[in-house]
Nanobody
Framework: VQLQASGGGLVQSGGSLRLSCAAT????????MGWYRQAPGKERELVAY??????TNYADSVKGRFTISREDAKTAYLQMNSLKPEDTADYYC?????????WGQGTEVTVSS
């Protein structure tokens, strides 16, 4: 399984971006999918997660502003609204399938004040 994250870019504070995560390879069941981010000098942190049954989980810092969704077993999105400079980071998607985790490369998000 390989993951391709896209949709990052430069946006002004208060703006919006939608990140996409596309998986390729053999995925026979609905996996868990998550978005993580890593800012310079900081550890990677969970942003949003969607479980196989559809339940979602968000970091407190993004609740009410970000929404994770999936289109199918191979595609997930992260809609980011009301972006703040502190949201600036490299964003990574992760798939967890039958106990195995797969990570994509990061997509950079920069929010200017």
């Amino acid at each position: 399984v390989q993951l391709q994250a896209s949709g990052g870019g430069l946006v002004q504070s208060g703006g919006s971006l939608r990140l996409s995560c596309a998986a390729t390879g053999s995925i026979s069941s609905l996996p868990e999918m998550g978005w993580y981010r890593q800012a310079p000098g900081k550890e990677r942190e969970l942003v949003a997660y969607i479980y196989s049954g559809g339940r979602t989980n968000y970091a407190d810092s993004v609740k009410g502003r970000f929404t994770i969704s999936r289109e199918d077993a191979k595609t997930a999105y992260l809609q980011m609204n009301s972006l703040k400079p502190e949201d600036t980071a490299d964003y990574y998607c992760k798939v967890r399938l039958i106990g195995v985790e797969y990570w994509g490369q990061g997509t950079e998000v920069t929010v200017s004040s």
